[in-house]
C-alpha cells in the first residue's frame, strides 16, 4: 500500500508542478486586470479635473469681457452725467439716454450665462 501512496504522492506533485504556471499567471492576469481598472478610473478623474480647468477659462473670459463691458458703460454714463452737469438746458434726449443708462447700470447686474438664450414664445 505504502507503494501506491508514494505513487500518487508523486503523480500529485507533478501535477501540481504542471499547473503551478498557470495558477501564477492567472492570479497575476487578476493583478494586471485590477490595476488596469485603477488606472482607468485615474484618468477618468483627470478627464473630469481637465474639463473643470477648461470650464474655468471659458468663465474667466467672460468674465473679463464682462468687466470691459461694464466699465465702459460706467465711462459712457460718467460722460453722460458731465454733459448734462455742463449744460444749461439738457436736451429731453440727453436727459432719457442718462436716465436710460443710469438705470441699467443700477438695475440689472451682467447676465453671466454659457447658455443659449431661451427662443421660445
Known amino acids: 500500500m505504502s507503494d501506491r501512496n508514494l505513487r500518487i504522492r508523486v503523480l500529485m506533485e507533478g501535477a501540481d508542478r504542471l499547473t ?5 499567471a492567472a492570479a497575476g492576469s487578476s493583478r494586471l486586470a485590477q490595476a488596469l481598472k485603477t488606472t482607468r478610473d485615474r484618468l477618468k478623474d483627470l478627464e ?3 474639463a ?9 473670459v467672460g ?4 468687466e470691459r463691458k461694464m466699465a465702459e458703460a460706467q ?13 444749461e438746458n439738457p436736451t429731453k434726449k440727453l436727459r432719457t ?25
Open 20 to 24: 503551478r504556471p498557470m495558477r501564477e
Open 63 to 66: 468674465l473679463s469681457e464682462t
Open 48 to 50: 473630469a479635473a481637465q
Open 75 to 87: 465711462a459712457r454714463s460718467a460722460r453722460l452725467g458731465r454733459e448734462l452737469a455742463q449744460t
Open 97 to 121: 439716454e442718462f436716465d436710460t443708462r443710469a438705470g441699467n447700470q443700477r438695475t440689472s447686474p451682467p447676465s453671466i450665462s454659457n447658455s443659449p438664450p431661451d427662443c421660445r414664445n
Open 52 to 60: 473643470s480647468v477648461g470650464e474655468f477659462r471659458q468663465l474667466k
